[in-house]
């Protein structure tokens, strides 16, 4: 069984900053490849940011070089540092994993998926 249980969302203005976790409980599962994906009203889910078991790291464009994608060494919890946040990365975010060994930011690659939390950037 395996459950993600995102925290950390929130309403914060333009320029802000805000640290998104997810806790992991997967019990007899191999973590793999762990993702941060964000939805916005009327749009396509995105993946934001992947980290393999080695700690190798992916982002998309638009978030190169403010966000940050980490676990702790037991890879129990992940978590997404947000700097210099901008009114467009409004959205619902998503932890997300797959057991697999492929560093993307592909949605069909995870087959689980955390509740989300909101995340709100106002100008």
């Known amino acids: 069984q395996v459950q993600l249980v995102e925290s950390g969302g929130g309403s914060v203005q333009t320029g802000g900053s805000l640290r998104l976790s997810c806790q992991v409980f997967?019990?007899?599962?191999?973590?793999?490849?762990m993702g941060w994906f964000r939805q916005a009203p009327g749009k396509e889910r995105e993946g934001v940011a992947a980290?393999?078991?080695?700690?190798?790291?992916t982002y998309m464009d638009s978030v190169q070089g403010r966000f940050t994608i980490s676990q702790d060494n037991a890879k129990t919890t992940l978590y997404l540092q947000m700097n210099s946040l901008k009114p467009e990365d409004t959205a619902m975010y998503y932890c997300?994993?797959?057991?697999?060994?492929?560093?993307?930011?592909?949605?069909?690659?995870?087959?689980?998926w955390g509740q989300g939390t909101q995340v709100t950037v106002s100008s």
């Open positions: 980290i393999d078991a080695y700690g190798r790291t």
């Open positions: 997300a994993m797959h057991s697999g060994s492929l560093l993307s930011l592909g949605r069909n690659f995870y087959r689980y």
């Open positions: 997967a019990y007899a599962y191999n973590t793999g490849v």
